[in-house]
């Protein structure tokens, strides 16, 4: 029989690290909310397409807008699926169960889907630029920058949602009347600046403003997050 | 006791707004620029202010349900945030109104209507969360989180939808304004008024308490019945 | 350190004002085995999973050696088998068991799962998904999952319900194990059969409260539904 190893400092890195690749190899074995998430972003892609004239200078204006309607709805059914993962065979208990703290698992879970999420926005921008005749990586770091902050305040509080609507009959239902709502000042900022960087402005001035935003808005509620995890898990 | 407090308090907030009725709509004389429909604001101003107090009120009540899973702090939060969402419709209601007259139009997407909707769609996710959920235990704590989430929520939405566009009049309210921008009788007025309402409004969350420990008993009651 | 392995006292559950448990004190010393018995909806589980943390009960104190069971310490000493089997389909049995290794903190992770799928006759299948495994296969990890960071508390809900002949062998084997190296282990049942041969005391649970509590006796084990008939409702 062994011993357990002694626990540093920072063990909750350990923690984080174990759900993070629990959940990721999950997910890439079955591959089953990504590829839902993928071809859900390609086809509202295509039915904007249908609503604005592709290829006019406005929806260039609207390009921002655009692709975050895509991202939060493609990014939401992997959400979802994030602690609905857990249902089957009352997995949940066996995380509940393990000696690591609650956020731990929040945490590790939220950078689990934050990678997915990003990965569908990644592989979807292209096929934006395509489709629209956008030239988008003229600003490639800062748009990386602006997807990386945006899709990490997505992903903590889809997240949180996700485990606060899991026992839910009509959970499917709720998730996305609970997260939109919140949402709504990220998405917000996230459209304000990735319109101006895919047209080629640098980010400056007043775009920094909204990068601003999203920092405060990532910041506040990842903490709120991972101080109430514990209470909506454990009941 | 609580019944007798909730009479005092409906009757003041009665004697209150028929009181500044009479001053809005025989006493004081048509705004200069916008003639008869300003009136408007009387309502429209302290509604606003009414509604944060009770979401904020909702919030901190939840705040302090999770710390103490007392019930109380549950009911609290439910009561107020309901009335609150009904101040919130008059504000938006009475806003379009005016919208209607001054501007020709009912809606534009202004920074503080956006976000008076934002508000607005957040606490009705609340009511439909707390509907779905049937176990009260948990439907008081999951509704807790979800408040705090929506307070902290409104604050960011309300400084980005600032930075964002602005069309709405701006402060009138001489403590935010320094003075000056207003006739003292008019914002006297808009005070009356908003005493006014906060006692409706408390007379309101009174009621809707009781109702609601009235349904908890009864619920148990049913559970009780079901297990014999 | 307190010399008690589970120890209950006025222990409440409320779900919204309906009594779940009312007032519950157990005390179960280390090297026992308590056999909570009941019909469903007795208030077995609710308290199990009150003991495990996962679930706080609304009035009350409960400790495993003198630590909340939502602490490290707790946590660490409880393997908890429950209705689920707590193991991931998508994943491999060696995954399976290498991720709880990890979460428990064992020092070596892969030794302690490969040992535990030799000692569940896994070993040959360990590489398989346990998507496409028996439901017996399935059980027999579970125990597995729940034995590996060698807990000293043992809390079982229902164990012998859904298993076949081999995995209740199995789990039987490993309890009386368990028992001779002087860990205690609380379980629920209404398989009065399995258990009672293990126990070593009883607690009949009715309505949320305990009916009934003590040793288990020879007449228990001769006609099973002795105790029912004595101290339960009708």
Known sequence: MQQTKQRGAMSWVGDVAVIFGKDLRAELRTKEALNASLSFALVILLLFSFAFDPSSEQTHDIAGGLLWIVYAFAGTLILNRSFVRELPNDCLDGLIAAPIPAWTLFLGKSLANFVLVLAVELISLPIFGIFYNVRWAQQGWALLLVLALTTWGLTVVGTMFSALTVNLRIRELMLPILIYPIMIPALLGAMEVTGPLITGKPLEGDLLTWVRLLVGFDIIFTSLSVALVETVLVG | ?228 | MSDVAVDCSGVWKFYGDFPALRDISLEVPPGRCLALIGRNGAGKTTLLRILAGFSKATRGRVSIFGNQPRETDARRRIGFLGHGISIYDELSALENLILFARMYGLAEPKKAALEWLELTGLTRVRDGLVREFSRGMRQRLAVARAFLHNPSVLLLDEPFTALDDRAIGVLQALLQAALREGRTIVMSTHQLREALELATDVALVERGGVAYQGPRTPEMLADPGWLYARYGES
């Open chain 2, 1 to 228: 006791m609580r019944e007798k407090i909730i009479y005092i308090f409906a009757a003041a907030a009665a004697v209150l707004l028929v009181r500044n009725l009479y001053v809005i709509l025989l006493v004081l004389p048509d705004e200069a620029q916008q003639g008869p429909i300003y009136r408007i604001m009387f309502f429209h101003i302290p509604s606003a202010i009414t509604c944060f107090i009770g979401f904020l009120a909702a919030g901190i009540s939840s705040a302090i349900y999770l710390a103490t899973k007392n019930p109380r702090n549950d009911a609290i939060a439910v009561a107020s945030t309901e009335v609150s969402l009904a101040f919130a419709t008059v504000v938006l209601a009475t806003g379009s109104i005016w919208a209607r007259i001054i501007w020709g139009i009912w809606w534009t997407w202004d920074a503080r209507l956006t976000s008076m909707l934002v508000c607005w769609l957040l606490y009705a996710s609340y009511l439909m969360l707390r509907r779905a959920i049937d176990e009260p235990t948990q439907r008081a704590k999951f509704s807790a989180v979800l408040s705090i989430f929506a307070f902290s929520d409104v604050i960011i939405v309300w400084k980005s939808i600032e930075w964002w566009r602005t069309q709405h009049p701006g402060p009138v309210l001489s403590i935010r304004t320094g003075g000056g921008q207003m006739n003292p009788a008019m914002e006297a007025a808009i005070y009356w008024n908003l005493l006014a309402l906060i006692l409706f409004g408390l007379v309101l969350v009174l009621v809707r308490l009781r109702q609601e420990e009235m349904r908890r008993e009864i619920d148990g009651m049913r559970q009780m019945a079901h297990a014999i």
